[in-house]
Nanobody, 114 residues
């Protein structure tokens, strides 16, 4: 059974940093894309950043230059380094793995507030 467990969320002041992790366990082969999504209250879940198996990255414009997505293929772990955080980054952050099917984590809350 495949499980994705996010960690690293919390409360941070504007301008601060957080690093999210997503540990993937279970039998899963041929992972293609790994990605971070976020969902703010009352809004839809949107893509934040994505990384391919080859390491090619894609970011939404609003986080470009502030967030960095990376993956450790040995540990099957996905990361999101978030710097210069803004109040509008407040959301529940979810990791997603795309193999033969899509798998989602349970989410981790990120709150940016003074």
């Amino acid at each position: 059974q495949v499980q994705l467990v996010e960690s690293g969320g919390g409360l941070v002041q504007p301008g601060g940093s957080l690093r999210l992790s997503c540990a993937v366990s279970g039998s899963i082969s041929s992972i293609n894309f790994m990605a971070w999504y976020r969902q703010a209250p009352g809004k839809q879940r949107d893509l934040v950043a994505r990384i391919s198996a080859a390491g090619r990255t894609t970011y939404v414009d609003s986080v470009m230059g502030r967030f960095t997505i990376s993956r450790d293929n040995i540990k099957n772990t996905l990361y999101l380094q978030m710097n210069s955080l803004k109040p509008e980054d407040t959301a529940v952050y979810y990791c997603k793995v795309t193999a033969r099917w899509d798998y989602w984590g349970q989410g981790t809350q990120v709150t940016v507030s003074s």
